[in-house]
């Protein structure tokens, strides 16, 4: 075997090994990258919570993204409580199926969080930033400005980067991959 042939047959198995590699590597994703939790993280289910998806519509590409949902009295009253981190999901969606104009407090909630309220089209109502309160009477109580039917709680700082604001759209889809 000449130098020649043998430098182009190296070539040849290095290029073939090179996109072995970059397929093999590549498989384990899903076609849309939008759909990996926030940080790459595996979301681990949380007891007693279901799982949504969602997408902001508003400011550009809306990514579907995956939240736990509270929808029964219940799940909405313990909300976040004891949660140091969201286990992977993007937030927790409160699903209060008719117009809504209950507070929300943070009582034994230890992960600041801010929170947007929608309206029963999805129509950005108002939001904030909630502070801990740990094991104390007196937590602080947060209000919409209007009536909403969804309120959606992520860490807080987290709402702009999703693009929630004036102007914006929450979008509920049954089911998040």
């Known amino acids: 075997m000449t130098r020649r042939r043998a430098v182009k047959l190296a070539a040849v198995v290095v290029a073939l090994v090179g996109v072995g590699i970059f397929f093999s590597l590549g498989a384990g994703r899903p076609a849309d990258p939008s759909l990996l939790p926030v940080g790459g993280a595996p979301r681990t289910p949380v007891e007693g919570f279901g799982q949504t998806g969602f997408r902001i519509e ?47 407090y943070m009582l034994d909630t230890p992960l600041p969080l801010s929170i947007a309220w929608f309206d029963g089209a999805g129509r950005f109502v108002s939001a904030t930033d909630m502070a801990p309160c740990l094991d104390q009477p007196g937590c602080p109580l947060y209000s919409a400005l209007a009536p909403y039917r969804y309120a959606l709680e992520v860490p807080q700082g987290g709402l702009p980067p999703l693009g929630v604001g004036p102007g914006s759209r929450l979008v509920v889809v049954p089911a998040c991959t």
């Open 58 to 104: 508003g400011a550009g590409a809306a990514a579907l993204r995956c939240a736990l949902l509270a929808e029964t009295p219940q799940q909405q009253a313990r909300g976040l409580m004891g949660q140091r981190d969201l286990s992977g999901y993007d937030g927790m969606i409160f699903d209060f199926n008719q117009d809504y104009n209950g507070q929300f």
